[in-house]
């Protein structure tokens, strides 16, 4: 049996799709909520999940208390932008029916939908994702980009069908995102001991913007994909730019 497990904030727009997504595939739907103020409650209740409000404590830990939730031997995380394609739903199904292995995880596609257009290219898709494991096997861990960490080796299969992300709504929506986080990984590299030259902050937003527009085809995506690779080649900038800030201060004198 599966139960799965979102974490959420203000999702009124999202949640809906994501429960609905999970029915039939999920034997348990466990929602933890960080102080949600307009009716990502109601409809999760409304859904048949259960509802539990809970102070935030970040991304790994927020996702750790969810699951210490769950009853069920077998998790599937999403996240509240998230919902289970038909095809995928297809996939969990008949794996349930057979039966899930012991000591395996399962991983699939995640394909963004930004601004209303599906984007195949600019190294957003297929973005492959872990997110059915054994109930106890693995905690998160990591505050920008969290993953998974096993405390025992397991076999890795991999689905048919694609897990849909509704990542963006709108440019601007993107960019206070792509500052938000560009900050917290500038200051989680200086953290684990990374320094930054000058140079670097020049040089590196435009390597992002042409490897990901030229070598991961972007420009196949259209105008929407030359959006994305700029907004990449900016959260570059912003995460360098953090980093060289925090390494200036720390060459400074201290004053007496």
């Given at each position: ?10 999702e ?20 933890v909520?960080s ?6 409650e109601a ?16 991304y ?8 210490s ?8 995380s ?22 899930l ?106 390597a ?39 390494t ?9």
């Amino acid at each position: 049996m599966i139960s799965a497990v979102v974490i959420t904030l203000n999702e009124e727009r999202n949640i809906a799709r994501c429960l609905a997504s999970l029915r039939g595939v999920a034997d348990e739907v466990v929602v933890v909520d960080s102080g949600s103020t307009d009716r990502t409650e109601a409809l999760c209740r409304e859904a048949g999940a259960r509802f539990v409000r809970h102070e935030w404590q970040g991304y790994s830990e927020q996702k750790n208390y969810a699951n210490s939730l769950a009853s069920h031997p077998w998790l599937l995380s999403l996240d509240a932008d998230e919902a289970l394609s038909p095809r995928l739903r297809e996939s969990l199904l008949a794996l349930k029916r057979e039966g899930l292995r012991p000591h395996t995880a399962y991983t699939f596609n995640r394909l963004p939908n930004y601004c209303g257009r599906w984007i195949r290219h600019c190294g957003w898709y297929p973005d492959t994702s872990l997110r059915l494991w054994p109930n106890g096997e693995a905690r998160w861990e990591g505050e920008v980009h969290e993953g998974l960490r096993f405390s025992s080796a397991v076999q890795r299969v991999h689905l048919k069908g694609d897990l849909e992300h509704y990542s963006y709504y709108t440019v601007g929506e993107h960019a206070r995102q792509t500052v938000k986080f560009a900050l917290l990984a500038g200051e989680q590299a200086y953290n684990r001991g990374r320094r930054c030259h000058a140079l670097t902050v020049g040089f590196k937003p435009v390597a992002t913007f042409l490897h990901d527009y030229l070598l991961r085809l972007g420009f196949l995506d259209g105008y929407t994909g030359y959006t994305i690779c700029r907004m990449s080649a900016f959260y570059t900038f912003v995460k360098y730019a953090r980093l060289r800030e925090l390494t200036l201060s720390s060459a400074l004198p201290d004053r007496p």
